[in-house]
Structure formats: structure tokens, C-alpha cells
T-cell receptor, first 116, second 110 residues
Framework: ETGVTQSPTHLIKTRGQQVTLRCSSQ?????VSWYQQALGQGPQFIFQ???????GRGNFPPRFSGLQFPNYSSELNVNALELDDSALYLC???????????????FGSGTRLTVV | LAKTTQPISMDSYEGQEVNITCSHN???????ITWYQQFPSQGPRFIIQ???TKVTNEVASLFIPADRKSSTLSLPRVSLSDTAVYYC???????????FGSGTRLQVQP
């Protein structure tokens, strides 16, 4: 059973640019969530995708968008990057109906994004 | 949404038992209590989940009193590799977002 893989592991972008982060879900999982983790803080929920549709969103502006593909892989896109977007971006997959409340989530190791 | 409060940091030595307590005074009837572990530059990893009383697995034990307003994660005989941040989460099965606080930084020394 493979876990969640994210790419790239590290990325440096310039303010105002756009970035795409990728996530491959754990085998058998059909739901993917994205989290932003600033240095020294806990992860913050960005959004969740199920059946290729966004079905939950945290307090993040529309320039944060995502996609989920039929094979359950996912992308996080961030437009008009700001310095405060520098963080570790985590992808988590789960199986709808079996998880919830924190059970059954598998996190990737994240992508470290630095905006300069 | 139940707010959780945990100590910012704790220190321990190898071989000791470590207990990390989380306060969640406004926990709802349908909420579960879940603990995650996170190493530097890695994603959080599920440790244990419970609803009431005591839950034990191969990694840890979770103690939940009858009023459920707090919970205690117990790590038996910690080793250096248990040095990590530990997060207490509270939420029901219908919630899509996991709400992480700032966690407890556990430092295990030789």
C-alpha cells in the first residue's frame, strides 16, 4: 500500500507568480484535503475535494484553488503569490465515510514553498 | 467548534512515561478526540482516537474522563525518536476540516 506522495518537495517562487503543487493519494482513498502550515504553527485547512468537486473550504482567498482528477490525484494552485504564502503545504487523503474526526487520514510529507 | 488547549512544550528523558493533557471544555456530544504526531518536515501522523474512557494501541494510550472535557495522551517509555510535536484534535465524523492547534513540542533527552 503506497502512502501519499507530494511534489515537488521544495520550491522557491517570486512574489506575484503562480505555483502548482501536486499530490498522489494513498491507494484506495477517494478524498483529498490540503493544509497550509506556517513555521511553528499547526496545519490550517485550505479545502477538501471529493468526486472531483470541492466540498469544504477553510478561510483562504479564491487565489487558492484546486483540482482532483479521476485517479484521485490532486493539485493545489496558488495565484498572485504573496510573501505570507511561504509555508509547508500538506496533502492528506482519506476514504469518504470511513474517516472523519481525524481518523483514517494519511498525510504526505509536504511541499516547502518559499516566496521571495 | 471545540477549542483545544495543550501545553506548548514538555521535556522528558528516555525510558520515562510521558503524559500530555489536552483541555476541550466545550466538546460536543458527537465529537471524537484524536491525537496526531508530527516530525520536522513531515506531515502529521495519526496516533490514536477515542470517544470516552480508555483506548490503547501499540503506540499509546488515551485516557478520557467521564465529562470528556479533557484527555490525556500517554506515551510509555519514550525514546529519542518520540521527539516531535503532538496535536490534540476534537471533531465529529461529519467534519471535513481537521482543526489543529499549535500542539505540544515534546523533547526527549538521553
Amino acid at each position: 500500500e503506497t502512502g501519499v506522495t507530494q511534489s515537488p518537495t521544495h520550491l522557491i517562487k517570486t512574489r506575484g507568480q503562480q505555483v502548482t503543487l501536486r499530490c498522489s493519494s494513498q491507494s484506495g482513498h477517494n478524498t483529498v484535503s490540503w493544509y497550509q502550515q506556517a513555521l511553528g504553527q499547526g496545519p490550517q485547512f485550505i479545502f477538501q475535494y471529493y468526486r472531483e468537486e470541492e466540498n469544504g473550504r477553510g478561510n483562504f482567498p479564491p487565489r487558492f484553488s484546486g483540482l482532483q482528477f479521476p485517479n484521485y490525484s490532486s493539485e493545489l494552485n496558488v495565484n498572485a503569490l504573496e510573501l505570507d504564502d511561504s509555508a509547508l503545504y500538506l496533502c492528506a487523503s482519506s476514504l469518504a465515510g470511513t474517516g472523519g474526526a481525524g481518523y483514517g487520514y494519511t498525510f504526505g510529507s509536504g511541499t516547502r514553498l518559499t516566496v521571495v | 467548534l471545540a477549542k483545544t488547549t495543550q501545553p506548548i512544550s514538555m521535556d522528558s528523558y528516555e525510558g520515562q512515561e510521558v503524559n500530555i493533557t489536552c483541555s476541550h471544555n466545550n466538546i460536543a456530544t458527537n465529537d471524537y478526540i484524536t491525537w496526531y504526531q508530527q516530525f520536522p518536515s513531515q506531515g502529521p501522523r495519526f496516533i490514536i482516537q477515542g470517544y470516552k474512557t480508555k483506548v490503547t494501541n501499540e503506540v499509546a494510550s488515551l485516557f478520557i474522563p467521564a465529562d470528556r472535557k479533557s484527555s490525556t495522551l500517554s506515551l510509555p517509555r519514550v525514546s529519542l525518536s518520540d521527539t516531535a510535536v503532538y496535536y490534540c484534535l476534537v471533531g465529529d465524523t461529519g467534519r471535513r476540516a481537521l482543526t489543529f492547534g499549535s500542539g505540544t513540542r515534546l523533547q526527549v533527552q538521553p
